[in-house]
């Protein structure tokens, strides 16, 4: 098994701290989610999308995966000290797929790193779907659980 947790990646502190990240909802940066296998070697030393270990293409996963939705009420504060953004469900309907995590990426940033890396998820175990849909969840876009939060 490759994936060894979910991680923050390193190079997306960087960039964030550098102002190239920009998660409005309206306006911002263009971020998407791929599915990874678990041969996949992902973590917080990840700088950027990559196609090892990507999901192979069938049904309606397609290659760099899919857009992600920023919630329209975020960013926000959601608390006196904690910032959190929020992701909409994504969902892959009618597919096939066996996945052991995903990472986020910035799909708009080309310079000095095209598609810098965001965030690495862990699914914990493979998940699959048999022509039917594939869906992942966020969770709730609070202090204690959303998916990207700035304490």
Not at 64 to 84: C, H, I
Not at 129 to 148: E, H, K, M, R
């Amino acid at each position: 098994m490759a994936f060894t947790g979910n991680w923050v990646c390193t190079s997306f502190k960087t960039d964030l701290l550098s102002g190239r990240m920009n998660f409005m909802a309206s306006g911002g940066n263009s971020f998407k989610l791929a599915l990874y296998t678990n041969t996949a070697t992902l973590d917080a030393t990840t700088t950027a999308y990559t196609t090892s270990g990507e999901h192979a293409v069938s049904g309606t996963y397609t290659a760099n995966g899919k857009v992600l939705t920023v919630e329209a009420t975020f960013p926000k504060v959601v608390s006196g000290v904690t910032s959190v953004v929020d992701f909409q469900d994504l969902t892959w309907a009618a597919s096939t797929i066996t996945s052991r995590g995903a990472l986020i990426y910035n799909d708009t940033i080309t310079t000095p790193t095209a598609d810098p890396s965001v965030v690495v998820l862990d699914f914990g175990s493979d998940k699959s779907s048999s022509s039917g849909d594939f869906t992942v969840v966020f969770p709730a876009g609070d202090t204690a659980n959303a998916i990207i939060r700035v304490a």
